[in-house]
């Protein structure tokens, strides 16, 4: 149970800075998926950042 806490705890604080990103707040009230890797680089998931990128830019382009 305590690891499934920690993921909960870690997803919230990904989203809560999401969220509160100061000048991507005024531009989009929503959250996408830059809003997530900005939050991630901030709270030091650096290390995700580009394979991450790859994803979302390839999702985009297989969408449209």
């Known amino acids: 149970m305590g690891g499934i806490n920690s993921l909960n705890s870690c997803t919230l604080k990904l989203l809560l ?3 509160w990103r100061p000048s991507f707040t005024m531009l989009c009230p ?3 998926g830059d809003g997530l890797l900005w939050a991630m680089a901030t709270l030091g ?3 995700y950042i580009e394979p991450l990128k790859s994803y979302l830019t390839r999702y ?5």
């Not at 985009?60 to 449209?64: D, P």
């Open 17 to 19: 800075q999401a969220l």
């Open 30 to 32: 929503t959250t996408n």
């Open 45 to 47: 998931f650096e290390d």
């Open 60 to 64: 985009r382009e297989v969408k449209n």
